[in-house]
């Protein structure tokens, strides 16, 4: 088991062929570490999971089984480029689990931001440890712990488990093998282990999803008009070149409603809030300013093609006093 501290030696992996040495490094230790046994894991898609589960691919091959759980809060394509990718390219044995139902029944007219957090976090948690019984001869959890998830947890700031806590009765190893790199050297090692751009350099996405996009109570058209202007939003922000240069940017469908025209008569719809922004810590965050022409393409895009919005708002609040996300 590796230690949970970084040696001052450690060269800081920036290169295809320090990242190379890395997994190379990796492969090596996690089959001295796993040997023939089976591992779990909970692949989110996330950069960290996705790193997680590409070297354990190659170390392991069938001996690792991934679950990837749909909470229904994901963004549009996220589910089918995890089953494309891992399952389809990798050959991975790869558990997909739409669990949209449960989280949206259980979440159906719940306001409380905190709530909903709860809800979904301990939702998720039960789902992936009902998979997990059903599997037999499981020794091994893999996380996709980081060095910073360590530092914050040693400082009393959040627990690191990514998993969260599971239930007594699934009592795993842990097997880490990211979990001395740094955020940009873990993007470097998936670039080399051949994952997607766009998996590999993707934007901070929150654990509950779209549901805290989704102010308030969540509802399935208000939650579809949340993904479908989250992904025109992608679309207009790679097309702009901005993709890999603004830090985090998506939408919000907040639960008002205003009066609007559309063919001559009268609409009731809700308004799609565009925020972007960009930060080193996060703890202090200014906005991204828009260019005017991308700003009329996603007006017109956004109230023309996604269903129930008919008036586009931007969001240029820094942070503080504003937080990033709206909930
Ligand atoms: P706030 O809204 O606190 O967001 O200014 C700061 C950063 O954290 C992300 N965020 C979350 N990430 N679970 C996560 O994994 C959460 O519950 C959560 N809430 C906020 C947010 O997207 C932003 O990058």
Redesign the pocket.
Known sequence: MQEDVRPESMERITTPELAEAFIEEQLKALREQIGDKKVLLALSGGVDSSVVAALLIKAIGKQLVCVHVNHGLLRKGEPEQVIQVFRNEMQANLIYVDATDRFLDLLAGVTDPEQK?KIIGKEFIEVFAEEARKLEDIRFLAQGTIYPDILESKAGIKAHHNVGGLPEDLDFELVEPVKLLYKDEVRVVGKALGLPDNMVYRQ?????GLG?RCPGAITRDRLEAVRESDAILREEFAKAGLAGKVW?YFTVVPDFKSTGIKDGKRTFDWPCIIRAINTID?VE?TPEYLPQDLIETLVRRITTEVSGINRVLVDYTP?PPA???YE
Request: proline fraction near 21%; aromatic fraction near 8%; charge should be positive.
């Open positions: 957090r901070p996405f929150p654990g509950p805290v985090q996060v965050v942070k937080t990033v996300e």
